[in-house]
Each structure stands twice: as C-alpha cells, then as structure tokens.
C-alpha cells in the first residue's frame, strides 16, 4: 500500500478504522452472484461452482461485476467459505439450487480421511484472483477477502450441508466434544493460514462469517465461537498488526460492542433482525470509542422494493446514528432480487435526496 | 375447579401464578409424539395426522402416553397449529417425514378462499379430547392447551409450508402491509375464539407458541407478534379473569420479563439458545416479582444423553436461580432421542442426586 493511500483510507477502511462517514460506504453480502445476470450468463458457460471460484479470470470477472454496475465501495472475493473443507481434503460440490454438499464426518474416525493442515497450493487461484482484482479496482473501492468461523465451517463439515439449526454438529459436540474440539483447533488454524494469505494477496479487509451463531446455546458460545474467532484474529494481529477484520454473527444474541471485545473484531456485522438503535445503545454508556457497525437492511425488504424498501433503508441509515457505519443487507442479497431495487437502495443511500421525497 | 383444587394447585400452576417450586416441575414440548414406540404404533393404523389430531379417544390416548410413561406434571393436548387454517377453510395435510403442507396464500386474493371466522365445529373433536384427557389425570398433572400465535401461524399459511427464516411470510408482509395486517388480525380472533375453547374445555393454562419470533426484524416485532399475542391474552383475560397462558417466543432477542411485559404472559419459555443466567438477571434489578420461567435443555443434549445430558441439565437446574421455573426442554422433543435418556432425565430433575454424583 502506498503512503498516498495511507494518508487518504478508501472510505470502508477509515470506517473500520473508527472513523463515521456520511452517506456511509456501501457493499452488499453476496453481491457478486446470482442476482446478476451478466453473472448468471458466466456461471452457465463454465462446469461447476468450483471450477468458477478456482478460476482466477472467471473469479475476478465476477467479483468485479457488481462493482461496475453499483460502485459498491468494496468488491468481495467471489468464493466460498467451503473451500477450506475442500483443501482439507473433503470432498465438496455445489448442487444448483439445493446449495453445498459435503462427504459428511459422521464420527471422529471421519478425520482420518482429512489432511491435518490446509493444503494453500489448492487455493492458490484464489489468491492470484485477489491480485487480479486488485489491480483493476477504482480508487475508492477496498478488496475484502473472507472466511467462515470454525463452527459455522464445521457445521457443514459434519452434516454435509446446510442443516436447520445444524442439528447434526452440534449433536456431534455432544457425543465426541474431544473430536470436536480437535476440529475446531484444525479450522483455526487453516483459517489463520487462509485469511493470512488474503492478506498477503491483496486483501485490504476481511470478513469472518459465523452464519450460524444462533443455533449455539449460549453457555458453549465462547467455546465454540468467540474463542476460536479471536484466536483467528490474534494470530493474524501477531503477523500484521493493523489487519482490518468484521465480524458477522449472525443470531449471536450479544450486542455488537461484546462480539468486538469477545473477538478483536475492528467492525461487527449485525442480521436484519437486530435493531440497531438498541445494539449500540446497550452499551453506550462507557467512554469507549464506538465500535464501527456493518448492516442490517432485511434483504427480503430489497426484494419487495417500493414502500417497503424505502423506509427500511431510512431506518437504518438514522438507526445507526453516529456510529461508524459500512451499509450493507443484513444477509445475503437473494437470486430473486431486481436490479433496480439496488440501483435505487445505491441512489438512496448515497444522496439521502429520495427518503424525504418517497420514504 | 373445584375450591380443593384451588387451594392445592397443581405444581405448574402454582409456578405460572408465580411460585417457586423445588424440584421443578416437568413437562417436555411434543412429548406426545414421535420418540414415543407407542405413538409410533398408534400413529401407523391411523390414516393421516389429522384424522388422529381429530379422533377425540385416539388424541386423548396420545396426550396421556407421556403421562403414563414419565410422570410429567402438564399433558399437551395432542393437536398441531396448523388446525386453525384448517379450519378457516385453508387446506392442510402432513407429509410424513417432511412436514405440513397448506394451498399456499401467494397473494391478497388467496384470501377469499378463506373464511373470515373460525370454524369451531370443526374443532369439536379437540374440545372433546381436552375433556377426555381431563378425566384421566392424575391429581397434580395439568391440562395445557396451545395455539400458534398470529405470526407464526400466519408464517404457514403464506408459505404453505416451513421455510428458512419465514421469507415468503416476510416478503408478503413488505409487499401487501395491509392484507398482512389483515390477515393477523383474522388470526388474533381466530385463536381467541379457539383457546376460549379450549379453556371451556377443560385446560388449566395455554401456551402461545410463537416458534418464529427470531425471522422479524425488530422494527415489526411488536407490531407482526408482540401486540397480536397481547390482544389475544387481553381479551382472554376479559372473559376469564384468571387464565394461566405460557408465551414461548423462540430467538425473539428480547428478555423474558420484556416478553411477559409486552404480551400480558404469565411464563416466559425459553429457547435453547437463551442462558438462563442472563436471561433473569437482565431486568433482576427492578422490584417487580420474577417473571416465571419455562425451559431451556438442548433437545440434542437429550438425545445424546452422557455427560452432555448430565451437564446440561444441571446447568438448567442451576441457571434458573430463584426464578419460579417449569423444566422443559428448549424447543420439541426429537423423534431420535432414546426413552432412557428421557427416563434419566426426569429422575434427574426429580431428585437432584444424579447431578453431585455423575453430572
């Protein structure tokens, strides 16, 4: 990174730096995907979601596709959190509309079949995609890299799929916690490995998902969650020591000042289901700076477009209140969603002008 | 009731009119259901799960199956809440081993397939099993009655089936507010109508489950849950001043004593999810009497017994502190879960010794 940059952060960098911005820097969870078509014209020319991720003109391609249509100010990685298991050495694929499906960890003996330690060689097209990307982003926008959280990886690696509550892992934590932990140790550190080689590629910020935080009873969250999360972030602190790193918990059920201070995160992301008046409120009263805020449209709302769109977008831009805060959906944008819904979210955010006119 | 009863009630009753009581007193969500080789038999020479939610002397057996089993201090009535669609008109079934199925509400029109006022001659047969199973209880078990509250419900009936995070439900409620609104309050009367019912009937207290508080944003949380819950108990409390009712809000965010607040409640049950320790403490400060308490084990800490079963459930017993507290289980018991697990479990929270021995 240059000096020049240093002295002049793009927008979502000196956010996560604590600094609030207004109108606040926008992206959106997803946004490189289905609801493009020039994506969906891509994904149909090439053999599998894989091949696509692992490909670094396709992958960069991709990702920069919503950054010129919108001018998002930042462009995510086009990836996917499962590509830790697969250099782990279990067998992943995509099935097209029914998600991600994995060769199950039924029990402990599972682990026989998995390389201990992260296999990078595997993943390198996807570094060479960061660089890619990189170098063809406009000034303003950041290069955010990703991973999934132990648990929410795990997760999948044990039910192999997305499962409602994830039943099939946290049945496991029960039956076999020494395996479990073991696993969760493994995560961590391919984790630590990945997301330093993120950084090392390129990547300006990255996002840590635990999608699924709201399925962990509480008296395991740290065990399970916040532990190894922080453990990612120190050791990544320890190697480059002004690494910017948001933290998604979806459902964790703490305000979003206890997920930083649990995990190191520089910036929480919060669902749609958080009010956000109340998540930074809780506590305000203490004399720390505020912990910068990611979110938290609901993307059914981008969806429904009209009214419904308006005034949900009014809510969280005044929610937030002096809060650092990087606009973004409180989940993923969703296949269905119109492109002039997020043309119109884009305008509104960054004018203000249309919430007094139509909100 | 007689004035015997009054003057000794039965335990759960005493601790939902705010009674500490120790051990606890137990009953687990579905307890009458699939875990049970009973029911599984009964349930295989009878055609569809409506006909034996609908089959006064069969449903009847079904609820007392548990009670017979394990003791439980509550019966459930033996039903589902899909029978309110049912009976406004809305066709329902139950796939086996995938769940209900409805003729979806895709839009404001589907409503006038409906009727606008419950059919409570339609759920005669329930009345009917509520006063059967009455009958046969022993002295300190009580009758519960349920319904779905208006969101969740409402959830279904949209969808037509179960859905991650209640999209359809969501999208409907952007896109049509007032058909929505309309469709809440439908079902507000519907279920005033119908647990009226059920008290004439015979049961001692009601649970309102409303299984997907956790999908609503908190900006519509008391408008899509909280006030159609409270309008349900008020108008339940105009007719019978003394009605015991149980709100299970599941991953709704908010404490429990904000929950008994905003419905009229007289128990909170909590999700697994919840730390009983922090769900309490919250609003301990005030001088109010505690709110009483219903929950919280994993069911998949039942299922897979051992240490995680021993442990979970001295962490319940323990969690709860001084709060008047009915043990339950954090959400539906599992067809998987074994009888002995279930059978330790009750031995557990009945004598306290297994806990400073194995737990």
New interface residues.
Partial sequence: MSSAKLNAPKPILAVLDGMRIDPPPIWLMRQAGRFLPEYRKLRSEVGTFLELAYSPKLAAEVTLQPIRRFGFDAAILFSDILVVPDAMNQKVSFVEGEGPRLDPLRDPEGFSRLRSEIDLSRLAPIFETIGRVKRELPGRCAMLGFCGAPWTVASYMIAGRGT??Q?PA??FA??H?SAFQELIDRLVEASIAYLSAQFAAGAEAVQIFESFA??????FLEDWSLTPIRRIVDALRGKLPNVRIIVFAK?S?LSPDRVAAATGANAVGID????PT?AFFNDRSSSKPLTPLQGNL?P??L??G???LGRGVK?VLSGFGSVPHIFNL??GI?PETPIENVERLVAMVRSGDELDNKG
Same sequence: chains 1, 2.
């Fill in positions: 409602p509550d039943a946290r049945l029960y039956r916690p709201g399925a962990i009873p509480k008296a459902g059920g749609w289901t958080v009010d109340e609901d059914l709302a969806v429904a009209g009214e419904a809510r409180g989940h969703l």
